[in-house]
């Protein structure tokens, strides 16, 4: 059984336990993005969040709520993304180890992150099994608390505080769109935004390519992704049972993207905008471009779910 | 015989005059850059300005000074670079034409965002002697107002409320540094700073590859550059009479970066700052690394001139 879903009170104490150690990123617009589009948008841009995404906000709420016991054998995850970055600076900041569990073939980017903040790295061979395995073992090893990327409470409820930020800064969105990986923010996305305003609408992103969301809200059934193929990377993980659960109570509709629209978003916004955002960041624009008719004429709020890009494999 | 230079209390009326319409664009600063260098960074960025560069202040106090018989006729100047885009936006905010001379091999984007503000181009050879003989003839058929992009005292009156808004953000700076072209900015970056705070140092960064403006700083005596080769495309032009009397007699130091430094400079603004920075936007913060020992312990104030790139083009 998965366990119980956050409530918008959740959300709120994580947001007070966070705040001062998050920061509260900027809201941006671009007259030329709503001109060519018609659409009035509105860009919470976690590209600036510490360690460049949105992942440190579950991550510092989540090792923040460790028991003294728990917190000094330190925390644990298997990540080759945000997640383990955010997990490790967010140990580092509280003064704890992290213990992190990475592909041999992860790029020389994110190790060096992990690295940079202090983490010890275990790689593995790059197949699901292996990383599971190698987190095990660790865990054996060192007692370290294993910090789910998406599903577990307080990630979600760090998650949440994106969304919760966003409604207060631009109080009269009709629609909020957050990309869909794993779930995590999605589901907290969701839960704060109806908590807060029950008429908005609140719609999922994801690429066409990596489209298991999409099927399993659809059918009613929690289908897990294949061997996706996408530019999105942050977005190729499956929802898990809980993520799954919120989704389907919450969020008024899941919207998909091609390859080819995602490249396309990623370079309006960085070319018209001149933030930088990664592939996965750019999927709600991308979503939007493709589904106009749904919301011309709106307030429509984007979330930017990070930065972190490599320089030297861009799509452009 | 060249122009009278600005006084600070131009300045101020400037930026009255042009306050509601531009962007007061925000200072960031970058916790990571700050430990790599040790030093403390402030980042004032005109990327975010409207048409992505500082160049739009400029352009707009000058066409806001026009007379009613002269803004009837029009504005005119030769540019292939964030100028002209500047000027046929703030002409056509103004509702009065723009006719704007352009080398043929002008990049296609640069054709698109001076055509897609409303100005009308005629292009000629991209030789220096074409282009004003081609402004010249411009000139005579249209009665249009010439704006010379930096040697033009209302120019360099709007581009001096960049430091204006700088030092109103973040009083204390020890060190200001401005990119140095044509020395539009240098010139009312020095002239605002000094009046505010007559300790602060000013230094203009300039790519070794076109030091023109070092040079003729060192020997007292303006020195055109010859054929400069940079990657910094908005700093090939050479200092005009009334620009290098000002930093003459107002700048502290020109410093160099190498076209290496300059891109490392730039990939750092990138990768740690999640903006969209243009080449000559980097050349300050490549003279801070390359001349660390300056600066050390100092807070300093850098101006991000513009995030005008191509990406089809980077140079990683």
């Known amino acids: 059984m998965s366990p119980l ?21 900027p809201v941006l617009s671009s007259k030329s993005i709503n001109e060519i589009l018609s659409i009035e948008l509105f860009f919470k841009s976690e590209n600036f969040q510490k360690v460049g995404a949105f992942k440190f906000r579950g991550a510092t709420n989540a090792v923040r709520l460790l028991s003294k016991e728990e917190a000094e054998k330190g925390v644990t995850t298997h990540s080759s993304g945000n997640h383990a970055a955010a997990l490790s600076l967010a140990a580092k900041q509280l003064g704890i180890p992290a213990f992190i569990v990475m592909p041999e073939n992860a790029p020389e980017i994110k190790k060096k992150a992990v690295e940079g903040y202090g983490a010890k790295i275990t790689f593995c061979e790059s197949t699901l099994q292996a990383r599971e395995e190698t987190l095990s073992k660790v865990q054996k090893e060192t007692g370290a608390t294993f910090i789910h990327p998406y599903n577990n409470f307080n990630v979600i409820c760090g998650q949440g505080t994106v969304a919760l930020e966003f409604l207060e800064d631009v109080r009269d969105l009709d629609v909020i769109i957050a990309p869909i990986g794993g779930g995590g923010l999605m589901s907290g996305t969701a839960i704060a935004s109806k908590a807060i305003n029950p008429e908005i609408k609140v719609y999922g992103a994801e690429p066409l390519n990596a489209d298991d969301a999409f099927r399993s809200f659809k059918k009613g059934v929690l289908i897990p992704s294949g061997r996706p193929n996408t530019i999105a990377d942050g977005l190729l993980t499956s929802l898990s049972p809980l993520t799954f659960q919120i989704i389907r109570e919450k969020v008024d509709g899941i919207l998909t993207a091609k390859e080819e629209t ?18 996965s960041a750019a999927v709600p624009l991308a979503v939007v471009i493709e589904n106009r008719y749904l919301f011309k004429g709106k307030k429509v709020g984007i979330i930017v779910s990070g930065g972190n890009v490599d320089l030297d494999n861009l799509p452009f």
């Open 5 to 25: 879903a956050p409530q918008f009170s959740d959300i709120q104490e994580a947001h007070k336990r966070i705040k001062s150690l998050i920061h509260k990123t």
């Open 262 to 279: 995602i490249v396309s978003a990623m370079r309006m916004i960085w070319e018209r905008m001149k933030i930088v955002v990664e592939p």
